[in-house]
């Protein structure tokens, strides 16, 4: 029985949430643009306050920098110490 109500709950969830897809990958993604902005910020010249405690961030987020960059319009790495082009 509880097995059922919780296919339906995902059943309803789903019905829901299936025109409204595009906009939640959109507001994820742009969820994401803006902490890799905040995480990059000091290395392009922006004061991040919380620099020191961001810098173990660094190795997980390197692989979506790729990707960030060119969504954020530069064809190339700002970043010296980051090649990935």
């Known amino acids: 029985m509880l097995e059922k109500i919780k296919q339906a709950i995902n059943w309803y969830d789903q019905v829901l ?4 897809r595009s906009e939640i990958a959109r507001e ?8 890799l902005l905040l995480l990059y910020s000091e290395l392009i010249g922006i004061p991040n306050p919380v620099y020191y405690y961001s810098l173990e961030l660094y190795p997980y987020m390197i692989e979506k920098f790729h990707d960030w960059h060119l969504r954020m319009g530069m064809e190339k790495s700002p970043l010296d110490g980051i090649r990935c082009c």
């Open 28 to 35: 994820l993604r742009d969820e994401d643009d803006l902490f």
């Open 17 to 20: 949430s299936l025109s409204h």
